[in-house]
């Protein structure tokens, strides 16, 4: 996901091949249109682009896949590199880590120094943290984090990432002993 998107759409490409060109299309299409959050706004890997977004009364295509190419450029700028990030956690005032899955995954595997988001955590940093407070939120491959990471921007934090590629990667490019599940 970090690197940049050569597919272009269209509106004839299918559902499969937007969110391959562009992965957080479906976070960028729910937000915007509504599309795509439930069963009755949902829409198959084989429906073409044109006809779910006129579906939902989406008049010009051009413009949806206008925005949802500004958006995968927004969440690229939100993403960290597993070397980038080892470097960070070395440094003086490294950020704070930030683990969004489940605690079963936690047992599993974990970065040196990343904290469980429960609702504790998460009523702390909602009431108490500075909005510029570096953060890093990781999670099994980099999706979950991502969408973390948003969440915590559109409430005002000014300084989030999401780790690329998540535990995954950290385990494949900085620390192999991290169990990969």
């Known amino acids: 996901m970090s690197t940049t998107t050569t597919k272009q759409i269209t509106p004839d490409s299918t559902?499969?091949?937007v969110l391959e060109a562009y992965p957080g299309a479906k976070r960028a299409l729910f937000r915007a249109y509504h599309i795509g959050g439930c069963s009755s706004c949902g829409y198959a890997p084989t429906d073409h682009l044109k006809d779910v977004l006129g579906t939902h009364g989406v008049e010009n295509v051009d413009e949806a896949i206008t925005?949802?190419?500004?958006?995968?450029?927004?969440e690229r700028k939100l993403l960290v590199e597993p070397k980038a990030l080892e470097a960070q956690l070395k440094a003086p005032n490294p950020p704070k880590l930030l683990d969004i899955?489940?605690?079963?995954?936690?047992?599993?595997a974990r970065i040196d120094g990343g904290r469980l988001v429960d609702q504790a955590l998460f009523n702390e940093m909602m009431s108490t943290w500075a909005k510029d407070t570096a953060i890093v939120c990781y999670c099994h491959v980099g999706e979950r984090s991502?969408?973390?990471?948003?969440?915590?921007?559109?409430?005002?934090?000014?300084?989030?990432k999401s780790l690329a590629g998540g535990i995954d990667a950290w385990s494949e490019q900085v620390d192999k002993s991290v169990a990969q599940y």
């Open 15 to 17: 559902m499969e091949e």
């Open 101 to 108: 899955r489940t605690p079963d995954e936690f047992a599993i």
């Open 67 to 74: 925005y949802l190419a500004q958006c995968e450029e927004s």
């Open 146 to 160: 991502l969408e973390a990471a948003s969440y915590m921007i559109g409430h005002g934090f000014t300084n989030v």
